[in-house]
């Protein structure tokens, strides 16, 4: 089992920057695949960012490259995302999550084995 803590969520204002953190913990691996999500009231659960073993590759959805930058610690468990320039339409609950062994598009939440309870993010104009 594997368990997720997401932190630093909060409510800025547009232009505004946060810094997530994601720390796991119960059976860790540095190996494994992990993503950020996010689901805004009323919508799906959609692919923010993830990050592969050894943080050499990285993915964004189009509309926080640029903004947004996923990085990782392996020796602390826990995975960042740095929001800068942030828009209302970022507004949502943040959520981490794994993947185990690597099983399909890094957007695609069904493929993710783990997932954190999530933490809020409001941006206001």
């Known amino acids: 089992q594997v368990q997720l803590v997401e932190s630093g969520g909060g409510s800025v204002q547009a232009g505004g920057s946060l810094r997530l953190s994601c720390t796991a913990s119960?059976?860790?691996?540095?190996?494994?695949?992990m993503g950020w999500f996010r689901q805004a009231l009323g919508k799906e659960r959609e692919g923010v960012a993830a990050i592969w073993p050894g943080g050499g590759f990285t993915y964004y959805t189009d509309s926080v490259k640029g903004r947004f930058t996923v990085s990782r610690d392996n020796a602390k468990n826990t995975i960042y995302l740095q929001m800068n320039n942030l828009k209302p339409e970022d507004t949502a609950l943040y959520y981490c999550?794994?993947?185990?062994?690597?099983?399909?598009?890094?957007?695609?939440?069904?493929?993710?084995?783990?997932w954190g309870q999530g933490t809020q993010v409001t941006v206001s104009s």
């Open positions: 999550a794994v993947q185990r062994r690597l099983g399909g598009n890094w957007d695609n939440p069904s493929t993710y084995d783990y």
């Open positions: 119960g059976y860790t691996d540095s190996r494994f695949y």
